[in-house]
């Protein structure tokens, strides 16, 4: 049974740093490819970031040059590095995976975590 466990949200202030982690166990054959949204409340939820695993990537423009999307493999993990946050930042960060296992490809989701950009 896959599963999926996000780590690293919290509240920093603005021009932080944070590093969110969304690792991947139980029957991994691959991680295909991995999509980070984010929801903040009143809002749609909205794409930031993704990565394959070929490892291209593609990211949402107000967040190009701020954050990077990349994977480790061996660890079955997938990171996004958040610089430079706004307030604007503030949301639930989510990582929606694409998993190769023993289920076949699945796509997966992640329990959520929150990022608060304030002062």
């Known amino acids: 049974q896959v599963q999926l466990v996000e780590s690293g949200g919290g509240l920093v202030q603005p021009g932080g740093s944070l590093r969110l982690s969304c690792a991947a166990s139980?029957?991994?054959?691959?991680?295909?490819?991995v999509d980070w949204y984010r929801q903040a409340p009143g809002k749609e939820r909205e794409l930031v970031a993704f990565i394959s695993s070929g490892s291209s990537t593609n990211y949402a423009d107000s967040v190009k040059g701020r954050f990077t999307i990349s994977m480790d493999n061996a660890k079955n993990t997938v990171y996004l590095q958040m610089n430079s946050l706004k307030p604007e930042d503030t949301a639930v960060y989510y990582c929606s995976t694409y998993i190769r296992s023993d289920d076949g490809l699945r796509n997966y989701w992640g329990q959520g975590t929150q990022v608060t950009v304030s002062s």
């Open positions: 139980g029957g991994i054959l691959s991680i295909v490819a």
